[in-house]
């Protein structure tokens, strides 16, 4: 069963509750690898913002998380994707992969993932696949679904 969310545009004065969310959402990751920092978390999310392709994710008209999504050379790039930890395991995250499986029509997708954090089991869930990794970062993509 799906939960019922709904996906609101982002504008450039949202900036300041998307950094408190991404924050929120990455300090406990973060701070396993000893690398917690609210400034530079903040100034990460900066440095490729871009309102366009980011969308609110909205359950009963609250602001619960947030994700980006926009092509990029052969697949769709899926640059954020952060829930409140209050609603995580609850479903919404699902909800919003299948969402975006359905807006790409099944397209490849990459994402990065924060090495040691939760995210990389549910990417794999989903068919994410590692294609590469950095000291801090692990690289992921997702294949194109084969045409029915």
């Known amino acids: 069963m799906d939960i019922a969310l709904s996906f609101d545009p982002v504008q450039a004065d949202d900036f300041d509750a998307l950094a408190e969310l991404r924050a929120l959402t990455m300090r406990p990751s973060l701070e396993r690898l000893g690398r917690y920092d609210p400034q ?11 309102p366009e392709p980011m969308r609110w994710i909205c359950l009963d008209g609250e602001r619960i998380g947030f994700y980006s999504l926009f092509p990029q050379e052969a697949a769709w790039r899926l640059d954020h994707l952060y829930v409140r930890p209050v609603m995580q395991g609850r479903g919404v995250g699902g909800a919003v992969m299948r969402r975006l499986i359905a807006q790409t029509q099944g397209s490849a997708m990459r994402v990065t993932a924060l090495r040691g954090s939760e995210s990389n089991g549910f990417y794999r869930r989903y068919g994410f696949v590692q294609t590469g990794e950095s000291e801090w970062d692990i690289e992921y993509e997702r294949a194109a679904e084969a045409a029915a």
């Open 40 to 50: 530079r978390s903040r100034r990460r999310l900066q440095a490729g913002f871009a």
